[in-house]
């Protein structure tokens, strides 16, 4: 059913799998140019995730050593952030911590008014 | 075999350290439950502390990382190339390929095993495998799915967003 509905979306959907959750190995900045954030949300992006995860990140920040379930964090930021107008999140909820994955249902929550947000398991 | 791990602190990154609070020991035919918030250093307690002792050892060792996409690969492509070759499609095919292989291993000489899961949607699946053939394993489950049944719960509690404290609570 997902790879059916992935195979028939590919050019309209922003796919984000938390199973592999980040696509440079290198500075939060590398990952920022996937995304094509504005400045306003390159900043809204480093508030929240020191709102969830007590954690300053940087730019210059070393994203490989975020946690994994901190990576898939980072990975519904930024897109959640990011211009695309369908996003799928793929197997997002299974590596957050409880309080995590009421934080991250009440954020798409809050943007799924501006968009199309589908979630899925593999 | 009991694999042992004293009281102290456990530097495992440049900014993040580890407070073993009592000596944790970790005994063959039992399971332990990682449990702590995202990013209180489970994954970290696996890949930087157990592991580098088990791979000394001559224990078998599977280990199963989070977000195991490089891991997988490296799986199909090993199961392509051995005798009979096997084409494993999805992460489910590999795990249950791991699992078998350790139970194939087991049977032909027995010795301890431990089993190192970090976050695997397969974990219940694999555990089967293995508890049913290989009875001189220890299973240490990182998980935020609930605790396995009869398993010994460690808690990684964060004292600050750098240092987690890592304990066994008492049963009451």
Known sequence: MTATFIQENTARYLICDARQPLITASQLWDELLLYN????????????????????LTFSSDITTLSGGQKVLLMCLLALLSPARNILFMDVMHSLDPANRAALKELIDRHSSLRNIVLKQS | MTLSIPTGELQIWNNFSLWIEHDLEFETGKTYHLQGNNGSGKSSF?????????????????????????????????????????????????????????????????????????????????VGIISLNCPLTCFILASHHGQPSGATLVRFEPVTPNRSKVCIPSPN
């Open chain 2, 46 to 126: 696996l890949s930087r502390v157990l592991l580098p002792h088990l791979q000394n050892s001559s224990s078998y060792l599977l280990y199963l990382q989070q977000q195991m996409h490089t891991q997988l690969y490296a799986v199909q492509a090993y199961a392509a190339v051995m005798k009979p070759p096997q084409i494993l499609k999805t992460e489910q095919e590999v795990v249950n390929y791991l699992g078998n292989d350790l139970v194939r291993n087991y049977q032909l000489s027995p010795r301890p095993a431990f089993v190192l899961v970090d976050e695997s949607r397969f974990e219940a699946e694999l």
């Open chain 1, 37 to 56: 954030l504005s400045p306003e949300a390159r900043t809204e992006l480093l508030a929240e995730f020191r709102r969830l995860t007590a954690r300053e």
